[in-house]
DNA sequence: CTGAGGTCAAGAGCACTGCTCACATTTCTT
DNA sequence: AAGAAATGTGAGCAGTGCTCTTGACCTCAG
């Protein structure tokens, strides 16, 4: 079955991957080129389109990829806290999210920077993608079904109502307004925090923003689950 | 002084600015052309640069612009509440800045999307980049020194305060630790929800994302000013 | 009012890019 | 062993940013 022909495949595709990674991290991903990819590989930069159709789906790949390793940074930090210790799951989590930016900041570039107007994400991203979102989810879940109720309050209008009960289903988290609320914003902030953090927009603010991204975890953890 | 050449001179500046936006909105960034610029002003394509003198250096032109009308947006929106009206002041600056994001989709992107490798922002991006933050900055200043006190807590250790200490002489706001911490978390979660929302990563989430903002936005004003 | 100096556009050219295609070579399958 | 499938090659097309020389134009001082 896996002749030799497989083999040198698969490798040639993991080294193809390897530089077009190594080339995003150091120059970005608007200057990744399949040429010099061929070049460093001693081989005919037409060649490389016997592996990936065009630059787009290479950088498909590479988003896929990332995707994929992100979910796991995550799952793997969720999954080592008991699943009761809801506020050990959340640092974890939202520590994991910021330390694998940090360390592979052109992948978070990547997934979570500026879209390609126009560009169309393939239906092969959505499952990864939905791979690190689930696990935050299913700690809401747990959050609200054990009766946590935070320490903030939702407005209550009929339109805020309306739309939180779409949220509600489509997440498939049947927690309060207000925990919905709390939490969408908690992982907003972080979200927030590790963008601004990489890319550069509070570099004289902090002396090390990991001590106040800790303290900001801390404290929307404590009001999403409403401790303390 | 301002000849006929100057006047023609500034025409063009304009023309190519203007042409320029548009690529980036329906292209994106990093298939900005100079050349097409130079065929739709029916110039040649080496006249574009007695204009600019690199692609580079007119996408820093586009930032800046882009960082000077958010600016521009926000002191407005803030300017037109009462100074004393923070939870005003703050509903204002927020949605300004959601709003400005949603209609400037591209403009939003070249200024907080991921950043090129190796691009250094030249000085002239400096004050451009603060003027922003400056109004979102004096808010902060001004809800301290009114006396709120935020609804939530920070964690207390010698490393937290430390931080704190040196965010205080930073951003020049004499505000105690919780003070801070809720208005970066608050600043951060708005960026983070528009980050979100834009780039496509909750898509399938909300109705309409607008309303579950403006909970967010008044949920997280109320918690850093301490009222109700 | 004329001529010098500065400004501007043009066009050719360099080195690069993504991508295609006809063709040769290698490997796998029958 | 023979045919089919996979893989690599090199030329070529159309596009890119950018540079340099050349010539035309405008502005303003003498």
Known sequence: MTGK????R?????????LARRQVETRGAANLSLREIARDLDMASSAIYRYFESRDQLLTVLIIDAY???GEAIETA????????????????????????LTNRADYGLVFGTPVPGYEAPDDTIAPALRYTNVVVRLLADASSSGCTPSIESPRTRKIAGEYRYVRRAIGVD??????????SAWAAVFGAINQELFGHVDTVYADPGIHFAALVDMLGRQVMGLT
């Not at 927690?175 to 969408?184: F, V």
Request: glycine letters at 4%; hydrophobic letters at 55%.
């Open 68 to 70: 994929d390793r992100i």
């Open 175 to 184: 927690a309060p307004d207000a925990t919905l609320l709390a939490g969408l």
């Open 5 to 8: 022909r497989a083999a040198v």
């Open 78 to 101: 969720d999954a080592k806290r008991d699943r009761d210790d809801l506020i050990g799951r959340w640092t974890a989590i939202a520590l994991a999210l910021r330390s694998w930016a």
């Open 10 to 18: 698969a490798d040639t595709t993991a080294a193809i991957i390897r």
